[in-house]
């Protein structure tokens, strides 16, 4: 009898394509969950008879009150090498193997300038404008040249972001709580004097912080009163490094000129939600990470995790 295995979250029905399951398919048999099950009563009736898991980043949780209602589980395979919702030492108590697969920041930097300059330049009002037989030109773009790019995070992705903005021309500063001269320097940025003074001053500030503890709530309501009414927030990294509540209130009353944002306390966000009509705010579906190459990674990679466990020898393994 074939093992059975489920690919969640896949939206875009590609899972099966983008990669050659064929290698498998003779001891699995893989089956695509399109819609997302978005609590554990329903995750749990629709996985029961799965031996193998493949989730996408961290839309869905694996606690262990999870795992004790999947006995047949036996690999769970994440995208990326880093998830914070998946309960390790549940998932070894119950005798399940995880895995990950590597991931690249290239998508979400790009994201992270596509909805910049979306915002700088008013964009979607333009296009929607022009098609729709409205006003030929009704905004005046944000420059970027000259213009403070403030970062709140300088790792893998943010000193890449860095650097597109310095070739646009901006000062690029940047603000962690352990930033040093040296690596500033490294990444051609300058170091802020704090978390506030990097708000207070920049022009545009984009978040690329990891999430966890350290950074929930990072970005609140003193925070976003501290930015000009002229700046732009852009989060493609975590929903909770900013209060969604405050980020809303701060749009409704005009306080900055806008937001664009990948990432959100509920996902997929309800139809109805207040994010989905709040004004001076371009939002995508957390779309940070897909890019036809990363999934191409994530699902090839799945697919050899998957024969290195059952060939014995497990590869990629989580935390």
């Known amino acids: 009898m074939r093992l059975r295995c489920a690919v969640l979250d896949d939206f875009q029905g590609v899972a099966t394509t983008l990669a050659d399951w064929s290698a498998i398919e003779d001891r699995v048999e893989v089956v695509s969950l399109r819609g997302h099950l978005d609590d554990e009563e329903a995750l749990a009736s629709a996985v029961a008879d799965y031996d193998i898991i493949v989730t996408l980043r961290e839309r869905v949780s694996f606690p262990g009150s999870l795992f004790a209602r999947l006995p047949r589980l ?3 395979i994440a995208s990326g090498m880093r998830n914070t919702v998946i309960d390790y030492a549940a998932a070894q108590a119950h005798g399940v193997t995880v895995c990950g697969t ?13 909805l910049l300059l979306g915002l700088a330049r008013g964009i979607v009002e333009e296009s929607t404008a022009l098609r729709t ?34 070739a646009f021309g901006m000062r690029v500063g940047a603000w962690t709580p352990n930033l040093t001269k040296e690596r500033a320097a490294r990444a051609g940025v300058e170091p802020a004097t704090g978390k506030e003074e990097l708000l207070a001053e920049s ?12 950074t ?22 975590r ?7 405050a980020l809303l209130a701060a749009l409704h009353e005009g306080r900055i000129a ?9 996902e997929p966000l309800p139809a109805g939600h ?3 009509t709040a004004p001076r705010l371009l939002a995508t579906p957390h779309l940070g990470y897909v890019s036809h190459a990363n999934y191409t990674t994530y699902y090839r990679q799945a697919v050899e995790n998957i024969q290195a466990y059952l060939a014995g020898s497990p590869v990629r393994l989580l935390p």
């Not at 022009?203 to 350290?214: A, L, N």
């Open 74 to 76: 036996k690999l769970l």
């Open 102 to 114: 590597e991931s690249s920041g290239t998508p979400p930097v790009e994201l992270t300038w596509a």
């Open 133 to 166: 037989n409205g006003p030929w030109q009704s905004t005046v773009g944000a420059d970027l040249h000259g213009r403070r790019l403030g970062l709140l995070g300088l790792g893998r992705i943010g000193s890449r972001v860095a650097r597109v903005g310095l």
């Open 203 to 214: 022009d545009f500030v984009c978040v690329h912080v990891p999430g966890g503890p350290s």
């Open 216 to 237: 929930r709530g990072l970005v609140g309501a003193a925070e976003l009163a501290l930015m000009k009414p002229t700046a732009y927030l852009i989060n493609t990294s």
């Open 239 to 245: 929903a909770a490094v900013v209060d969604q509540d």
């Open 258 to 266: 806008g937001a664009g944002v990948d990432v959100f306390d509920i």
């Open 274 to 276: 207040p994010m989905r």
